[in-house]
T-cell receptor
Framework: GAVVSQHPSWVICKSGTSVKIECRSLDFQATTMFWYRQFPKQSLMLMATSNEGSKATYEQGVEKDKFLINHASLTLSTLTVTSAHPEDSSFYIC??????????FGDGTRLSIL | AQTVTQSQPEMSVQEAETVTLSCTYDTSESNYYLFWYKQPPSRQMILVIRQEAYKQQNATENRFSVNFQKAAKSFSLKISDSQLGDTAMYFCAFMKQIQGAQKLVFGQGTRLTINP
């Protein structure tokens, strides 16, 4: 149980385009979803927290207009990297939680901007 | 601010040996949760074990156990009878509730290699 699906697993796109990453909880209702960024050989950095039906809460230093987060349902959250540039290349991981249960993580998305 | 420190960037042991990964944290709170996550080369984050701060008994999950020393703010992970599949990055994480939101703060990670 507690499966979180993240799609796509790997995306390559040109600089200036926007990229959408989906995070779905497959067998539970995710009242809260989290988006993390992980640079090579580094730890996870929390970008934002989103509760279903509410605006996301961004961590300090994370650009809201660059990283658009939508959490329209209890099973789906999306992260859109707008006007992506090479410095946005990274590994993005989502996690989902029901209530105060532990977070369950997706498999991550490797984003490469050319 | 809550910080989590893992002082061992890398560790390497032989298969079947026991290995202990260190983690210390800093907080002024009395009630919180601690976790160990495993990230294998596939990069999926897998929950290994969790500990609730108000519980004195150390958590155990099969070959994985923790040594939770609340006063010392220490939360080490012991892996017994290590297996090749245990090779991964291990992250210690601290969680507390902040204004209705619960956030995880991760340590820097320890890269563990199990050698055949």
């Amino acid at each position: 149980g507690a499966v979180v699906s993240q799609h796509p697993s790997w995306v390559i796109c040109k600089s200036g385009t926007s990229v959408k990453i989906e995070c779905r909880s497959l067998d539970f209702q995710a009242t809260t979803m989290f988006w993390y960024r992980q640079f090579p050989k580094q730890s996870l950095m929390l970008m934002a927290t989103s509760n279903e039906g509410s605006k996301a809460t961004y961590e300090q230093g994370v650009e809201k207009d660059k990283f658009l987060i939508n959490h329209a349902s209890l099973t789906l959250s999306t992260l859109t990297v707008t006007s992506a540039h090479p410095e946005d290349s990274s590994f993005y991981i989502c996690s989902a939680r029901f209530g105060f249960q532990p977070q369950h993580f997706g498999d991550g998305t490797r984003l490469s901007i050319l | 601010a809550q910080t989590v420190t893992q002082s061992q960037p890398e560790m390497s042991v032989q298969e079947a040996e026991t290995v202990t990964l260190s983690c210390t944290y800093d907080t002024s709170e009395s009630n919180y949760y601690l976790f160990w996550y495993k990230q294998p080369p596939s990069r999926q984050m897998i929950l290994v074990i969790r500990q609730e701060a108000y519980k004195q008994q150390n958590a155990t999950e099969n070959r994985f156990s923790v040594n939770f020393q609340k006063a010392a703010k220490s939360f080490s992970l012991k892996i017994s009878d290590s297996q090749l599949g245990d090779t991964a990055m291990y992250f210690c994480a601290f969680m507390k509730q902040i204004q209705g939101a619960q956030k995880l703060v991760f340590g820097q990670g320890t890269r563990l290699t199990i050698n055949p």
